[in-house]
């Protein structure tokens, strides 16, 4: 029996790359059968859309997949360290905010890249935000989110 993990995807707003990230997780998960064994999360560094809904652009690219979105943006802070056994960034600028943030060597050393486990990563681990792009950046993005998470549960599974 495998530990529970409890993950939390963090992007800057918490409205377009990190709902989307937990939202697929979540589902990989229910389709692989772990439901009990993780819990997925995600955050905002920045508290720009603290209460608001995901960016309707994200919620369609995840329809467009099965997925429902419906949480409400939060912002992440040093206490929520805590909280997480797994810290994913989803851009190298988010994770130096992490880096930051965490209050000590064992927070530190919960923070992640996503496309640390995307197979398709080559010379940047970043996924790129997509807010100010139109519905083709979206799906770019649900792309390598949803490689990368594929990848994050399998290496969960295997307890890397």
Partial sequence: MHTMKRICFVCLGNICRSPLAEGVFR???RQAGPVNE?????AGIANYHVGDPPDPRSV??????GIVLDGLGK?????DFDRFDLVLALDRDIYAALERLAPN???RAKIHMLRAYDPQATTTLDVP???YGNSSHFDRVYDMVERSC???LAAAMDGR
């Fill in 38 to 42: 993780f819990d997925a999360e995600s």
């Fill in 60 to 65: 369609r690219v995840a329809a467009q997949h």
């Fill in 105 to 107: 060597g064992a927070a």
């Fill in 150 to 152: 594929r990848g994050l």
């Fill in 129 to 131: 935000d997509p807010y």
């Fill in 27 to 29: 589902d990989l998960t």
């Fill in 75 to 79: 912002q992440f802070r040093a206490k």
